[in-house]
Nanobody
Framework: QVQLAESGGGLVQAGGSLGLSCAAS????????MGWCRQGPGKERELVAS???????KYADSAKGRFTISREYTKDTVYMQMNNLEAEDTAVYYC?????????????WGQGTQVTVSS
């Protein structure tokens, strides 16, 4: 079992920045991959960014150039810096940890944190 503790998020104006962090309770193969998925109003949950234990990073097209994911490997803590936020980024952001590639369909989940971008 892996528990994920999220922090960050909140309300920001369009063009602003926010940071998210997520710490895994234990360092196991269940957190080989860690990342962020989000679910906006009336939308399906989607991948935002992920990072593997080997440092392989994947971004959704909507996040490229604006969001940066990083990882503190000794503590299995993942961070995401979100810049130039847009109203379309408004969603609940969930930290996800998985043995394999993050698909936002399986693995362990954080409690979710609301990000609201006002236009």
């Amino acid at each position: 079992q892996v528990q994920l503790a999220e922090s960050g998020g909140g309300l920001v104006q369009a063009g602003g920045s926010l940071g998210l962090s997520c710490a895994a309770s234990t360092r196991t193969s269940s957190s080989n991959f860690m990342g962020w998925c989000r679910q906006g109003p009336g939308k399906e949950r989607e991948l935002v960014a992920s990072i593997s234990r080997s440092g392989r990073i994947k971004y959704a097209d909507s996040a490229k150039g604006r969001f940066t994911i990083s990882r503190e490997y000794t503590k299995d803590t993942v961070y995401m810096q979100m810049n130039n936020l847009e109203a379309e980024d408004t969603a609940v952001y969930y930290c996800n940890a998985n043995t394999g590639t993050i698909t936002c369909l399986s693995g362990y989940w954080g409690q979710g944190t609301q990000v609201t971008v006002s236009s």
